[in-house]
């Protein structure tokens, strides 16, 4: 089960105000909870080495893991990272969005952020507050979820509250995260093999008819112990608490006759009479409201008293994609 913590925390709306504010602290060295339209960050000045070391200090982050880091504007990505004929491809297609890409980083991006490799992980977000934000503070802010370490990523700002109220003071409300899994990570540090990292809310295929190319997946979990190209590789991660185990298809009669404390969540609503262990992320099975409704009904039956949840893969490709990745990195935690 879910624990809140006392909160110190403050929700800010986000008038222009309270981004003026927050954009101070930010300046500052302070952290703040940003809304995006993957999902909430933890945001802190990404060229300020000690502010980026009290983002891992919060969340109980390794410092392998690196940061994703969160620019306005191409040009603004330009003063940190070594661009190549194929951002502008992309940038074209993709920005501001939900696709983060792995480029060579320039001096002034310190360690800390990229795990001590020489790349690191840059977007253009298009959530309108954070934007106003980004424009706002002129930094570039490195910000990955604003959850502790390995638990279901956050998609609102009560969901940031609930897990972080204790840790931070300053929380930008957005609304609820429109695609509710974290972006799609392409790795472009050879432009010869453009190779997708992690599967988000832009498809493989969606990128191959921008690039005109075939493009590369990594399968393969990354090891705990090295360092990362890029954040969420390993191979236990988004979890919640509660035991989840992760089935090709559920059925209603499955349900019914399982013990009354386990919960089977459907990715289409079930024909037939739900029964009071049954849930699901889409009437129509609509794999974008899947997504959606992915983390968010993950952290509501965690906070439950369920001995376990059993939930069905997405199924076809794109996004259903990240949709299973996100599902298997958080059944991995428990194998049954």
Known sequence: MTQKTKSTARIYPGTEKNIGFLARIL????????????????AADALNAKACR?????????????????????SDLEKIAETNPLVAKLAKAFWPGPLTLVLPKKPCVPAIVTSELPSVAVRIPSHPTFRKLLKKSGLALAAPSANPFGYVSPTTSEHVLNNLGNKIRYILEGGASKVGVESTILDLRNISKPTILRPGGITKKAIELVLKKKIGRVLKKTSSHKNHVAPGLLTNHYSPHTPLILKNRLTLSSARTSSPNEAWLFIKKPKGKLTKNSFYLSKSGDLKETARHLFSKLRALDSGTWSRIYVEKAPGNGLALAINDRLARAAAKRSI
Request: proline letters at 8%.
């Open 27 to 42: 300046k500052q060295g302070g952290l703040v909870a940003v809304p995006t339209e993957t999902v909430y960050g933890l």
């Open 54 to 74: 009290h983002i891992f200090e919060a969340k109980g982050r390794p410092t392998n893991d690196p940061l994703i880091v969160h620019v306005y504007s191409v």
